[in-house]
């Protein structure tokens, strides 16, 4: 079955969450016609290869004019014209920057396995519960709300601004007419009657501005108190959920949703504002003794300007955080002379600004920071902001172009010559801008979340790890002194994390089980672990017990080695990974000779074993390990391979495949059939193995056990044998002398 048919069967709640990332930039209509198509493709490595992401995007675009053909012949007038739309978007769209596309398509295929592993979870950890709060949605639909009650209240208002000048224009004409007679003329009755009826109106006008006036300050006051109570958690909850989203948790949502809060907010403080320039025109034209205007109208226009300065200094966010293109799953982390990617939303969309407001990007503005390394910006660092880059339309602008460069100190001083390691220190990239607009001038500036700057790429998993620990502790933005004394951290919510650097790295999540053993690495067999707090120095610093390594690159080895050789069995579920080599046993002692499991090295960093349980004729249970395989042993042979040809020396036996079933009964073949990457036993001619007439040789993992368990395992090794000389020597030598020409090994790991 598809990603994408998989996808389609989730629960409602699961289908929202991939919805938020299909859009204009990639439409769904396209990821729905050609999903295994789409799948087919590495856009991961054409991310970072231009000349792969050009042949894509226009292979993409062949799929494409395909599936319109198609349509055209079942005369689909609605799918033949989005499917236009659609094609002269994606070439207008990324003819120059291929590698952009297939960035955006990598990341939606990842998020969809990180959101089908969430779906697969039994429960929810405790972050994502606490993101996921009804009393959250609650708040989300009272805002909304209040914000249109407010905007129709701002409305209702501009229709008794209008009667109120209707009002005194009346009165105007009718003094003035008035005041034009004749002396004579003025005492007659009915001049006198109409004095009396114009000092009834000047009554009612007088009634009217204090009610106005009134009404005004109420929607005033409702503003205030919803930004200041509301729309201010609403905001800082949209910031924390972008911090969880960052070092792998649920997609946040809502922005759009603040951008329409924050935009009627705006809309309606302007058009109190007009109301109360209108009311300062009527003034000029009419007062008197007691006139409210006067006395009223500075004090509320005042608080109006108040008010708006900080909605838009509210309304300025980062909304996406910093990141290399290289490493999406790695925001926050930048490399000195590689370009990254920000992206700015002013939540405040009003046409009138399109164009208008021009962004300067800077790192380490105004900010005391732990490190002695100083760095500029280099690239296109300011930038207008528009409403034509973005899908959605939203007034945003994004930095593709920005390079960090360390500047060379005077003192000739090292990041790490200070109180911290290059990777926990901390540097803040700000952003600056002006906004005039109906006579207000306003500044703002943001801040992205703490980055950590790197020179090398092997300092990149120490510093992801402190992203992590920065990100999970603190909903600080700018506490750049944070690893002077870093907090320590809930075992449960950290366990939740770890989950999620699989599910967003390499698309299947850890289950209860498989969190446990990394619980017990962490802390040793406790009872609970559930308030249990552990250290940053445990988590990344000191060595685990016994070993060379601390626990985060231990755990990083294994992200590597799955991402790179052993993707599709990790994504099917087949590899236990996290399990004791206590509890392997425990697991196969009562499982059918042959059942064997496959479980990381817990000595060896970034290696993958298999231990299968054997029946001695005593009928004692024996069980054996193979040494781990490591990323450069894989690299010659895949892993689904070595399982299909594994093979063992025992005694004097015919070597044999001992691998029969997958833990608890499934089939080897059933399991990984799949994944093989050519038929056992393939015997080309001396013609298909290219030139000079050579026989194609092959790698054939083989294995030796020794009777005397006294003897040291030795190294193994993989054997460049043809399958057709490897079954002659099996026919024609004895099982002695294989024995001294291969060698074996089992692993204490």
């Known amino acids: 079955m598809s990603q994408w048919s998989q996808v389609q069967q989730l629960e409602i709640k699961f289908l929202e969450q991939v919805d938020q990332f299909y859009d204009d930039n990639f439409p769904m209509e396209i990821r729905h016609l050609l999903a295994q198509w789409i799948e087919g493709q590495d856009w991961e490595a054409a991310s970072n290869n231009e000349a792969m992401a050009t042949i894509l995007l226009q292979n993409l675009l062949i799929q494409v004019d395909d599936q319109l053909d198609r349509v055209s012949q079942e005369k689909n007038l609605l799918l033949i014209h989005n499917l236009k739309r659609i094609r002269k978007l994606l070439q207008g769209k990324y003819h120059g920057n291929p590698m952009h596309i297939a960035v955006i398509i990598s990341n939606c295929l990842r998020e969809e396995r990180r959101i089908l592993a969430a779906a697969s979870m039994p429960v929810q950890g405790p972050l994502e519960k606490s993101l996921q709060n009804s009393v959250v949605s609650e708040r989300q639909r009272n805002v909304e709300h209040k914000v249109s009650a407010i905007k129709n209240s701002a409305q209702l208002t501009d229709q008794d601004v209008k009667y109120l000048e209707d009002l005194q224009e009346e009165f105007d004409f009718r003094y003035k007419t008035i005041q034009s007679l004749e002396q004579s003329d003025k005492n007659s009755a009915l ?6 009826a ?21 929607v005033i006051h409702e503003i205030d108190m919803l930004m200041s109570n509301m729309l201010t958690e609403e905001l800082l909850d949209w910031k924390r959920r972008q911090q969880i989203a960052c070092i792998g948790g649920p997609l946040h949502g809502g922005l759009d949703q603040l951008q329409n809060c924050f935009t009627l907010l705006a809309e309606s403080l302007f058009q109190v504002r007009r109301q109360l320039e209108k009311l300062d025109e009527l003034l000029t034209r009419l007062t008197y003794d007691g006139d409210p205007i006067p006395v009223q109208r500075p004090q509320l226009l005042e608080k109006v300007n108040f008010l708006l300065y900080n909605l838009f200094r509210n309304s300025f966010v980062v909304e996406r955080q910093p990141c290399m293109p290289t490493h999406p799953q790695r925001p926050m982390v930048l490399k000195t002379l590689i370009q990254f990617t920000v992206k700015l939303r002013l939540l405040i969309k009003l046409p009138e600004l399109n164009y208008q407001i021009r962004v300067k990007a800077t790192i380490d503005k105004n900010v005391s920071t732990v490190s002695n390394r100083r760095f500029v910006l280099c690239g296109t660092h300011v930038k207008a902001m528009n409403m034509d880059e973005s899908a959605n339309g939203s007034l945003s602008v994004e ?3 920005l390079q960090p460069k360390e500047m060379k100190s005077s003192a000739g001083s090292k990041g790490n010559e200070g109180p911290h390691m290059v990777t926990e220190e901390l540097h803040s990239i700000s952003f600056e801008t002006q906004v005039c607009l109906y006579g207000l001038t306003i500044n703002l500036e943001t801040s992205s979340l703490p980055v950590v700057m790197i020179s090398n790429v092997s300092q990149l998993p120490n510093a992801w790890a402190s992203i992590i620990w920065y ?35 390499v698309g299947r999540g850890l289950n209860s089980e498989q969190l446990n053993m990394l619980a017990e690495k962490l802390m040793g067999q406790q009872v609970s672990y559930n308030d249990y707090q552990l250290s940053w120095a445990k988590f990344c610093k000191e060595h685990l017990p016994g070993k060379s390594f601390a626990f985060w690159v231990w755990l990083e080895a294994i992200l590597d080695l799955i991402k790179k050789h052993i993707l599709p069995l990790w994504i099917d579920g087949y590899i236990m990974g996290f399990v004791s080599k206590e509890k392997e046993r425990i697991l196969l002692k009562d499982k059918t000779p042959g059942t064997f499991l496959l479980r990381f090295s817990e000595s060896n960093l970034g290696g993958i074993t298999f231990t299968w349980v054997d029946q001695l004729e005593n009928g004692d249970v024996t069980f054996h390990s193979v040494e781990p395989y490591n990323k450069g042993r894989l690299s010659a042979l895949p892993f689904a391979d070595i399982l299909r040809d594994y093979k063992v020396i025992m005694a004097d036996n015919v070597p044999e495949n001992p691998l029969k079933y997958l833990y608890p009964d499934i089939p080897k073949d059933k399991a990984f059939g799949k994944h093989y990457s050519s038929q056992p036993n393939e015997v080309s001619k001396p013609s298909d193995g290219g030139g000079k007439g050579y026989v194609p040789s092959v790698f054939i993992p083989v294995s030796k056990i020794l009777n005397d368990s006294t003897d040291p395992p030795s190294p193994s090794d993989l054997l460049p044998m043809s399958p057709s000389v490897y079954a002659v020597l099996r026919e024609h030598l004895s099982p002695t002398v294989i024995e001294t020409a291969l060698s074996s090994p089992y692993s204490t790991d």
């Open 191 to 196: 001049i006198k009657q109409e004095m009396l």
């Open 399 to 401: 930095f593709r172009h």
């Open 471 to 505: 990100n999970l502790s603190t909903n600080d933005p700018q506490n750049l002194s944070f690893f002077n004394n870093p907090p320590a951290a809930t075992l449960s919510q950290l366990l939740e994390v770890l989950s999620w650097q699989f599910s967003s790295y």
């Open 198 to 218: 114009l000092q009834a109106m000047l009554n009612t006008l007088d009634y009217k501005r204090k009610e106005v006036l009134s009404k005004i300050g109420r």
